[in-house]
């Protein structure tokens, strides 16, 4: 019995592996050099924010960040798209990164 236990926990453990992948940053987009306010009213707001030594933030977005029962019944949402948007003091956004990507992340970024 053991010996099955162990052999079934070996092989399920094989599905727990994430692929994580360096962040990619963003040289091109609309909201590049624009304040933070613009990406926020036209995809949703960031649902944290970590403060920088330099005075700036990153703020942390994701484009399942809305209803959670209905993302969980729609698999279109499904990777989420998940980006980190570095804000200088005035709040302008001055570099993103595509921390998870998927096909969302090229409507938003436009």
Same mark, same amino acid.
């Given at each position: 019995m053991?010996?099955?236990?162990?052999i079934?926990?070996?092989?399920?453990?094989?599905?727990?592996?994430?692929?994580?992948?360096? %962040?990619?940053?963003?040289?091109? !987009?609309?909201?590049?050099?624009? %304040?933070?306010?613009?990406?926020?009213?036209?995809?949703?707001?960031?649902y944290?924010?970590?403060?920088?030594s330099y #005075? #700036?933030?990153?703020?942390? /977005?994701? !484009?399942s960040g #809305?209803?959670?029962?209905?993302?969980?019944?729609? /698999?279109?949402?499904? %990777?989420?798209?998940?980006?980190d948007?570095?804000?200088?003091?005035?709040?302008?956004?001055?570099?993103?990164?595509?921390?998870?990507?998927?096909?969302?992340?090229?409507?938003?970024l436009?």
């Open positions: 053991k010996k099955y236990f162990l079934g926990a070996i092989l399920l453990s094989g599905c727990a592996v994430t692929n994580f992948i360096t %962040p990619q940053v963003v040289t091109k !987009s609309l909201y590049l050099n624009k %304040p933070l306010s613009r990406f926020e009213m036209d995809n949703g707001f960031c944290a924010r970590e403060k920088t #005075g #700036g933030y990153i703020n942390h /977005w994701k !484009s #809305g209803n959670m029962f209905a993302d969980a019944l729609n /698999w279109d949402s499904y %990777p989420p798209c998940r980006l948007l570095k804000t200088n003091k005035q709040n302008i956004v001055t570099q993103i990164k595509i921390i998870e990507d998927d096909i969302k992340c090229a409507y938003v436009r």
